[in-house]
Nanobody, 126 residues
Framework: QDYLAESGGGSVQPGGSLRVSCVAT????????MAWFRQVTGGKREAVAA???????HYSDSVKDRFTISKDNAKKTMYLQMTNLKPEDTAMYYC????????????????????WGQGILVTVSS
């Protein structure tokens, strides 16, 4: 069975760091465009970052220079390293996988991604 599973969430103080991971089971999702989205309670799911087959990356303006997306193809795992975290980064974080190799201009479109993890909570609070 093919699925994505996030791990590594939790609580951190403002200014702190956290890394979340997404493991793909059943298929090499990291061979395709993958992304991290986040959603606050009652809000829309927004794209955070994406990475394509050859490692090219995209970031939303709100996390650029603070978050780093990466992947390990051998481990079928994608990561999101988050630094200088802010209270407004508090959200459920979801990993998603595309059926195309390249992310392109649609990297931040929720509808472009077919497979999703269950999500993991990241809380930034003092």
């Amino acid at each position: 069975q093919d699925y994505l599973a996030e791990s590594g969430g939790g609580s951190v103080q403002p200014g702190g760091s956290l890394r979340v991971s997404c493991v793909a089971t059943g298929y090499p999702a990291t061979d395709y465009c993958m992304a991290w989205f986040r959603q606050v309670t009652g809000g829309k799911r927004e794209a955070v970052a994406a990475i394509d087959r050859i490692g090219r990356t995209h970031y939303s303006d709100s996390v650029k220079d603070r978050f780093t997306i990466s992947k390990d193809n051998a481990k079928k795992t994608m990561y999101l390293q988050m630094t200088n975290l802010k209270p407004e980064d508090t959200a459920m974080y979801y990993c998603a996988a595309h059926t195309r190799y390249w992310c392109g201009d649609g990297w931040n479109s929720e509808s472009a991604f077919e497979d999703w993890g269950q999500g993991i909570l990241v809380t930034v609070s003092s």
